[in-house]
């Protein structure tokens, strides 16, 4: 992958799901919110969502 965050992980959508919300998760927690999903939409009929660990 070109960004760092997902270096040495295989390019699916459910693990570009847990990747954002590593990367979010931290700087909304900092501004006293909670992330409640992450969705990424491939096409109409193709979907992930992580709702965290």
Aim: glycine share 6%; aromatic share 10%; net charge negative.
């Amino acid at each position: 992958m070109d960004v760092p965050f997902m270096r040495g992980r295989y390019s699916s959508t459910e693990n570009l799901c847990v990747a954002i919300w590593e990367q979010l998760e931290s700087s909304v927690h900092a501004l006293g919110c909670a992330l409640h999903c992450v969705k990424v939409q491939e096409t109409e009929n193709n979907f992930a969502e992580y709702h965290g660990a």
